[in-house]
């Protein structure tokens, strides 16, 4: 047995290099995966003794009679089979062997970030269909583990049949897809860019598996939600490589999900691209640019399609206009940023509004009224969101910190410019929101007048620190 088992060995080492064998790692096709082996002279029964699994379930897998799903059937084979990092990664497993990928969030409490992980614990946080705070997603992950429980969920099966049976698509399958990529869209606004990135990914990867296994037929509903979880998706993509520094990578996602708003007849998926897209040259101070990217999108949009989109991107307009020193520009789009934001339920509208709550909301307006002048209200209205604070999570609050900053500046008050904007910085480097880091990159030149005054100095440091983090990301 010892010398068969070598033997085993050496092979499985020349057959982990096969592209197909790479091919099924990617589906997560482990019955493929076994036909591969057992061609090459590896048993039923050796793949039993090396996973640990029984031999009579290895042949259910191999003949597609059973689909597995739970994380720990992929480690076992994983682990069991030695096979390599690249191909552990295909799994949605860690490079290495044990319980890694997990990252400590707090009081000891993991998310997980393995991709298979990933994409169950997306879903099960869209099925919520309702706010999602810091302390209830640390609640939310102790009590379920995103690990065994929620991978032997009947819809994840449903999922995982659609993935080998793309024509199989039904109403259970398309309601999956969509309660995560929900999820995904609350993940964004408290987890890290690159901690998500990877489950973002393979969703993507799977809904567009599913696509390509339908035919295109324009009545039919089902495909046509599917198209638009993969546009909702795809923008959701492009903002985090946007935030991760990928431009290249986020204009591609952004084309993807323009292609999906055309053929889902969805206008609001389109806008929502330009908008997530003004960001990039506003990072770079061409306002001009940012502005025109938010009139298409507005004008792609009619205002009764999503009212909370609407006034995200008026508010933006404002924003843009008011940072160009166009203030008629910048009070008109701000008047229909209000009046949309007035009729607007952004947490039944679309999955990329729910993060535009008061406070966010009321952060467009600081930052559109310091900037044209208007400094008694701008003052009036961050205090009022300051007051808020504790109540808003860590990322929102990086970005309200800053316009709070932004305004005191432009009021002349350096003593609290200065304060707010140390207390963002510590914020973004915290949650790792490079996307936001530009902003306080502005601040500190308006500062740097200031530079011999101790927290004018302690803030600069600061900021080199926090730009060295970012430089030095693997990511």
Same mark, same amino acid.
């Given at each position: ?118 994409? *169950? ?60 990529s929900a999820g995904f869209h609350r993940l964004e606004e408290m987890l890290p860019a690159h ?8 969703? *993507? ?43 290249s990578a986020a204009r591609n996602f952004y084309d993807t999900a323009e292609k999906a708003s ?10 929502? +691209? ?49 940072? *160009? ?103 973004i480097r915290e949650t790792e929101s490079g996307i936001w880091l530009p902003r306080f990159i ?15 100095? +302690? ?15 693997? *990511?």
């Amino acid at each position: 047995m010892t010398m068969d088992q070598e033997r085993a060995r050496q092979v499985l080492e020349t057959v982990f290099a096969r592209q197909d064998v790479e091919d099924a790692c990617k589906r997560r096709d482990l019955g493929g995966l076994i036909r591969i082996l057992t061609k090459y002279g590896i048993t039923q029964g050796q793949i039993a003794h090396l996973t640990g699994r029984p031999q009579g379930r290895i042949s259910e897998y191999k003949s597609g009679k059973r689909i597995p799903t739970a994380k720990h059937t992929f480690e076992a084979f994983a682990d069991g089979l030695g096979m390599p990092a690249h191909l552990r990664r295909h799994l949605g497993l860690s490079s290495s062997g044990g319980r890694g990928g997990a990252q400590v969030v707090s009081d000891g409490v993991q998310i997980p970030t393995d991709t298979f992980d990933l994409q *169950l614990f997306a879903e099960a946080i869209g099925k919520r269909g309702e706010p999602l705070k810091r302390r209830e997603l640390l609640a939310m992950v102790a009590q379920l583990g995103a690990q065994s429980a929620l991978a032997q969920s009947e819809a994840w099966e449903k999922v995982a049949f659609a993935l080998s049976r793309p024509s199989a698509l039904d109403e259970a399958v398309v309601r999956e897809l969509e309660a995560r990529s929900a999820g995904f869209h609350r993940l964004e606004e408290m987890l890290p860019a690159h901690t998500i990135f990877k489950g973002l990914a393979a969703h *993507l990867n799977e809904v567009g598996t599913i696509l390509n296994g339908t035919a295109t037929d324009p009545k039919d509903e089902l495909r046509r939600r599917l198209i638009v979880v993969a546009g909702e998706s795809s923008v959701l993509a492009g903002w985090i490589a946007t935030d991760l520094g990928n431009v290249s990578a986020a204009r591609n996602f952004y084309d993807t999900a323009e292609k999906a708003s055309k053929e889902a007849n969805d206008p609001a998926i389109i806008a929502c +691209a330009f908008g997530y897209r003004s960001y990039i040259p506003s990072g770079r101070g061409n306002h001009g640019r940012a502005r025109a990217l938010l009139a298409t999108a507005l004008q792609h949009l009619p205002r009764e399609t999503s009212p909370g989109t609407t006034s995200w991107l008026a508010a933006r307009h404002a924003e843009e206009s008011a940072a *160009l020193g166009e203030k008629e520009a910048a009070l008109r789009s701000w008047a229909d940023a209000n009046e949309a934001f007035n009729i607007a339920d952004p947490e039944e509208d679309r999955v990329w509004t729910r993060f535009l709550d008061r406070d966010r909301f009321d952060s467009f307006q600081i930052s559109t009224y310091a900037q044209i002048g208007r400094l008694d209200e701008a003052e009036q209205v961050a205090r009022a969101v300051i007051a808020r604070l504790p109540e808003v999570e860590r990322k929102r609050a990086g970005i309200i910190l800053g316009d709070i900053a932004t305004a005191h500046i432009v009021h002349g008050s350096v003593t609290e410019a200065v304060k707010a904007a140390r207390e963002g910085l510590a914020i973004i480097r915290e949650t790792e929101s490079g996307i936001w880091l530009p902003r306080f990159i502005v601040l500190a030149e308006s500062l740097r007048r200031w530079q011999t005054q101790p927290p004018v100095r +302690a803030f600069l440091e600061e900021l080199a620190i926090t730009k060295r983090q970012f430089s030095a990301s693997p *990511l």
